[in-house]
């Protein structure tokens, strides 16, 4: 099932999320099914839980769409990452554009470290303890950030912050367009 995607000034986008505890969760497959669908309709190669409305400590990825000759790696990236938690970040700061579902239209150039390593549960509650860089490293990142109630454009430099202010604000009070299913604020 397709889930609207809450948007830029929904409370919910800026909550710090809990670890879920999976007996007492017994529609996470449902959820994580629902929440890969919602992404692929959005053409997206990442959905964290607050963008569908919900509090919990998870995230899907799928690079799979952006693999190429250069980065074959990415075709069997799907990752479902629950009760994640980022314990070292390293390597040099790499300034690279994002996008975000939660923020339609809107793509700026974002900091972020070269290098993390991550502690999560997989769909099957089985723990791992990786390492990632470049590419997935920030994709990681990126989604990781949604579940501590931040989003990529509070990282941006003061300067593209204020050029892009309005249509921010714009966001906040309902006024957005996108082809896919979205909830606003009104
Ligand atoms: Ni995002």
């Known amino acids: 099932m397709i ?6 000034g929904q409370p919910v986008l800026r909550k710090v999320t809990e670890d879920i505890e999976p007996e007492n969760y017994p529609k996470l497959n449902e959820l994580i099914d629902n929440m890969f669908e919602t992404m692929y309709h959005a ?7 607050p963008q569908v ?10 690079l799979s769409p952006v693999a190429s000759e250069e980065h074959p790696e990415f075709r069997d990236f799907k990752r479902v ?3 994640a938690h980022i314990t070292e970040r ?5 300034l690279i554009e994002e996008g975000c579902l939660s923020i339609p239209g809107i793509h700026e150039k974002v900091p972020r470290e070269g290098e993390i390593r991550i502690e999560y549960f997989d769909e099957h509650m089985q723990p791992h303890n990786e ?3 470049g590419y997935m490293a920030r994709v990681i990142q990126h989604e990781y950030d949604h579940l501590d109630g931040k989003l990529f454009v509070d990282k941006i430099s003061p ?16 006024k957005v367009v996108c082809d896919y299913k979205i909830r606003t604020v009104r």
């Open 53 to 62: 409305g919900l509090t919990d400590r998870i995230f899907v990825v799928d």
């Open 3 to 8: 889930l609207p995607i809450y948007i830029y």
């Open 159 to 174: 300067l593209r912050k204020r050029m892009i202010q309005n249509k921010l604000t714009g966001m906040e009070k309902g």
């Open 81 to 83: 990452f629950i009760n």
């Open 90 to 94: 390293s390597g040099e700061m790499e």
């Open 43 to 49: 053409d997206g190669v990442g959905l964290a839980a």
């Open 131 to 133: 390492r990632y860089s």
